[in-house]
């Protein structure tokens, strides 16, 4: 039986996109890489949006781009310049269809049509388990998410990102293309942190998109009938529905890394790839898979690949936050775009922000709420974002009582 160098668990994103580096670098041209997934034409499954400065390497599939974006809530409401920022979206289908014609021209690349069953690391190689056979290999790459793992467990809060959108066609001219709102809260919250995101394509078509940060998935018509409450309170009734999507994507600090072994790594939102304080995931995966691709050339531990960064630990008390307070998200949102400029926001979420911008971002919510999150974190639950002698955690305990 054949043994593949890597499989790649799974054709979304991450999978395809890791894929696709590799068919890029003659390092793997003597590689055997096999692909598998339940279906290989996804066609427009997914809309990705994310910021980025200046041009970028997916700017031959872009949608469309905006130079501006609006935050809208009953505290704070802005239509916001990014620049030197701009908001782009993608479409799948384009970008599925670029990297697969990368992919088809290596020969050493296998693309097999079938679902996986199970895998394990079995004497120092990987073995998966398929409906339809058994494939061995030096290194296991998984995109594909096992939910029962982190939703099952206590000790980090689960949220979800969930959604639906609309993209419509309207009669007559109804939409400013210039500008994307990135968050509007001013609907019924209903307990939780809810907004709508809209991204107008043109004068005429536009993507409404009924979001939620919360624990606990709606009814399908619930998702519907805000959306068409939306379109109404804006008077727009005459149009034409041309699409619909719709998701949940998982919002939590689960250590994913600890289900990595040596010769297996979890990659995508079943690595944890996904900005747990926003459910953004398109930017870190292409950002991550070239550093991936990068350590596959010179390590052989995938242990040593995933590493915790300051940043885990502010999603971890963000999550904390709106875990225990999801009906008060539209405030700490529109607290944190009224006090702190937007490409600092950016920055921050894109994890590359200083520590000075980090506290910045921190002080413009609310300190009670966050230091409350800290004290459970450190002191309870024993999370540490840095080693912490006992005498300076005394100090620190302190402090926070004060």
Known sequence: MKQYDHIILGAGASGLLLAYRMSQDIYFDDKAILIIDQIKDKGNDRTWCYWEEGTGEWDDLLTKTWHKVYFGSDSFSKKITITPFSYKMIRSEKFYHKLWRSIDLKPNITFIEDSVKTFAEVDKRVKVVTNKSTYFGLKLL????????????????????????????????????????????????????????????????????????????????????????YLKEKKIIDFEILEKENG??????????????????????????????????????????????????????????????????????????????????????????????AKTIFKFLDEESTLLQDLKIILSVSPKTFMQAIFKRIFKVHEFPFKLDSKTKSKLLNRIKK
């Open 248 to 341: 949940a994507i998982p919002m939590t600090s689960f250590k994913f890394e600890e289900l990595n072994s040596k010769s297996i790594l979890n990659i995508g939102t079943a690595g944890g790839w996904t900005k747990a304080s926003t459910g953004y995931t398109f930017n870190s995966t292409s950002k991550k898979t070239k550093k991936l691709v990068a350590f596959l050339k010179t390590e052989n531990d995938l242990t040593q690949f995933s590493k915790r960064t300051k940043f885990w630990f502010y999603d971890l008390l963000f999550l904390d936050v709106l875990a225990n307070n999801n009906a008060k998200g539209s405030i700490v949102f529109a607290s944190m775009f009224k006090k702190v400029n």
């Open 142 to 229: 998984n995109s594909i998410p096992n939910k029962t793992v982190y939703e099952t467990q206590q000790k980090y809060p689960v949220l979800q990102q969930h959604f639906m959108g609309w993209f419509i066609k309207t009669k007559t001219d109804c939409f400013d293309d210039s500008i994307a709102s990135f968050m509007d809260f001013n609907i019924p919250q209903n307990g939780n942190t809810r907004f709508m995101y809209v991204l107008p394509i043109d004068k005429n078509k536009a993507l409404f998109e009924y979001t939620l940060f919360s624990k606990d998935l709606l009814k399908h018509s619930e998702y519907e009938d805000a959306i068409k409450d």
